[in-house]
Nanobody, 123 residues
Framework: QVQLVESGGGLVQAGGSLRVSCAAS????????MGWYRQAPGKQRELVATITNSGYTNYADSVKGRFTISRDNAKNTVYLEMNSLKPEDTAVYYC?????????????????WGQGTQVTVSS
């Protein structure tokens, strides 16, 4: 009953910028932390950035100063602004959200993932 839909990925030249978005929908009572992860071919998925519902952020060292995570709580959407992109940023980017759902009087907390969006940075 919860979906995370990502958009905004694509091809960009090194040094360029992209903004990816992820909107959560469904039987959402609240969303705690949201984040972005990425996975390059042949590599493990890694944390890119996270943001709490109050706006506290955390970034991987490799993207600090270049990427900015933000969220619009009213829209249940998390964004990742990627600047000064490098070829090594090429990966499938996945959004993640810690969501409390409600169905009638039943509340459940779960970890949800988007389908991923490809970001390719050319040299």
């Amino acid at each position: 009953q919860v979906q995370l839909v990502e958009s905004g990925g694509g091809l960009v030249q090194a040094g360029g910028s992209l903004r990816v978005s992820c909107a959560a929908s469904g039987s959402i009572f609240s969303i705690d932390a949201m984040g972005w992860y990425r996975q390059a071919p042949g590599k493990q998925r890694e944390l890119v950035a996270t943001i709490t519902n109050s706006g506290y952020t955390n970034y991987a060292d490799s993207v600090k100063g270049r990427f900015t995570i933000s969220r619009d709580n009213a829209k249940n959407t998390v964004y990742l602004e990627m600047n000064s992109l490098k070829p090594e940023d090429t990966a499938v980017y996945y959004c993640n959200a810690d969501i409390v759902t409600r169905r009638f009087l039943t509340f459940n907390r779960g970890d949800y993932w988007g389908q991923g969006t490809q970001v390719t940075v050319s040299s």
